[in-house]
C-alpha cells in the first residue's frame, strides 16, 4: 500500500537563477497556450494528437525552453481541456505553476538543493527542511511542481513523495474516538480532551466577530477576514495537538464514527458555530488519519447511529440512557460518562467492522 503526501519547500534561488526561472515560466505559459488552443479548436485532448499539431509552432515560438517541459505544459493542458470537457479553453497566467518531471529537475531532498533546467540552462536552489518534514526525507519522490508567489516573488518546490507503509503489528487493537462540542475527542481508553481554553478561545473570538458584523464598514470587513484566518490557525494547532497524542496511544486502528452523521446531528446549532464545528471535526478526522498511515496504523468510520444510546456494556438501546453528559443504562444499570461511553461503542463497532473486511484494505492517501 503507497502513502503519498505533498511537501512544501521555499527555495532559495540567485537572482539570476529567479529571472531564468521567470523566462521559463513565460515560455511554458505560451507552450501551454499554444496546446489548448489547438486542443480547444479542433476539440481534441489527445496527447498525442496534439504534440503532431503543435510541436513545430511551440518550438519556433521559444526555442529556449526545454523539451521535456515542452511536453510537460502539452500534458497539463490537454488534462485541463479534458477536466472541463473543452467546453472552454483553460488559459494560463503569465506565472502559474510549472510541473516537472525527473529529466528536468532532480531533488536531493537530504542535501537541500535541487537541480531545475530552465530556458537558460540548469539553475541550482537551495532550501531548508523544516522539522515536520524530516519523517519525508527518504520516501521516494513522484512529481515536483515549482510555483511562484508573485507578491515577494519567493519560488516554491511542492514535492509529491511516495512510500510503502509499515506493516501493521499481528495484534491489532482498537481505539474508539467519539468527537463532541463539550469534550473535542474522548477515547474508549479514558482520555478526555476538553478544553475550557478552546471555548473560552472560541467565544471570544464569537463575541468580536458579532461586533466586527454589526459595524458592517469596508475596515470592519478586513479585520474581519484576519479574525477568521486567526481562529482557523488556532483551531488547526488544537487539532494537530490532539491528532497527534491520539495516534501515539499504542493501538493500530483508531475507530471514528462517521461524519455524514454529525453533520445532521449539529444541524440544530447557530449559523457559523455549525461550520465551524463541522469543518473542525472533519479536519480532526483527516489529521489523525494522516497521521496514523505515517506510522503504518490504520483509521476505520463506524456507524455513528445508537453510539451515544447503547450501553457500551450489555448492548440495549435506549434513548432515555442518555442525559446530558451522564449515561445510566436502565437494563443493567451501568454508568459511565456519555462520551465515554459512546467511545467503546465506537471501539467495538470498529472491531467488528475489521472482522467484515479485509485488514489491510487501501485507505486513501490524503494530499
Ligand atoms: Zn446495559
Given at each position: 500500500m503507497n502513502v503519498i503526501r505533498t511537501i512544501k519547500l521555499k527555495l532559495n534561488v540567485s537572482s539570476d537563477a529567479g529571472n531564468s526561472l521567470l523566462k521559463t515560466m513565460r515560455d511554458y505559459t505560451v507552450a501551454f497556450n499554444i496546446c489548448s488552443t489547438w486542443g480547444f479548436e479542433s476539440r481534441s485532448v489527445s496527447k498525442i494528437n496534439c504534440h503532431n499539431a503543435t510541436y513545430h509552432n511551440v518550438r519556433q515560438s521559444v526555442?529556449?525552453?526545454p523539451s521535456s517541459l515542452v511536453q510537460g505544459a502539452r500534458d497539463v493542458a490537454c488534462e485541463a481541456l479534458k477536466a472541463v470537457k473543452c467546453q472552454f479553453k483553460p488559459l494560463r497566467k503569465e506565472y502559474s505553476a510549472m510541473r516537472y518531471n525527473s529529466r528536468v529537475i532532480n531533488v536531493f531532498l537530504t542535501s537541500g538543493y535541487a537541480t531545475i533546467a530552465t530556458s537558460d540552462g540548469r539553475i541550482k536552489a537551495t532550501f531548508g527542511i523544516p522539522e515536520?518534514?524530516?519523517?519525508?526525507?527518504?520516501w521516494k519522490i513522484k512529481s515536483s511542481t515549482i510555483s511562484l508567489r508573485k507578491n515577494n516573488s519567493t519560488f516554491y518546490l511542492h514535492c509529491q513523495v511516495e512510500t510503502d507503509t509499515p506493516k501493521i503489528a499481528a495484534e491489532q487493537s482498537v481505539l474508539g474516538i467519539d468527537r463532541g462540542i463539550v469534550n473535542i475527542a474522548v477515547c474508549s481508553d479514558n482520555t478526555f480532551f476538553n478544553s475550557r481554553v478552546v471555548k473560552n478561545t472560541r467565544s471570544q473570538y464569537a463575541y468580536l466577530r458579532a461586533q466586527l458584523q454589526s459595524k458592517g464598514t469596508r475596515s470592519a470587513k478586513r479585520k474581519l477576514r484576519k479574525l477568521s484566518g486567526r481562529e482557523r490557525r488556532f483551531v488547526a494547532d488544537v487539532n494537530h495537538c490532539i491528532s497527534k497524542q491520539i495516534v501515539q496511544k499504542p493501538f493500530t486502528i483508531f475507530a471514528l464514527e462517521n461524519l455524514t452523521k454529525i453533520r445532521v446531528q449539529k444541524r440544530r446549532g447557530t449559523g457559523f458555530n455549525r461550520k465551524l464545528n463541522n469543518w473542525s471535526f472533519y479536519q480532526l478526522e483527516q489529521f489523525i488519519r494522516y497521521k496514523a498511515e505515517n506510522l503504518g496504523k490504520q483509521v476505520v468510520s463506524v456507524d455513528a447511529r445508537y453510539t451515544s444510546q447503547?450501553?457500551?456494556?450489555?448492548?440495549h438501546v435506549y434513548k432515555?440512557?442518555?442525559n446530558g453528559s451522564s449515561f445510566k443504562c436502565r437494563k443493567c444499570g451501568f454508568e459511565i460518562h456519555a462520551d465515554l461511553n459512546a467511545s467503546r461503542n465506537i471501539a467495538r463497532d470498529g472491531i467488528s467492522d475489521l472482522g467484515r473486511s479485509p485488514v489491510n484494505r487501501p485507505i486513501v492517501a490524503c494530499l
Open positions: 526555442p529556449d525552453l515536520y518534514y524530516r519523517p519525508y526525507l527518504t447503547k450501553c457500551s456494556v450489555c448492548g432515555g440512557n442518555r
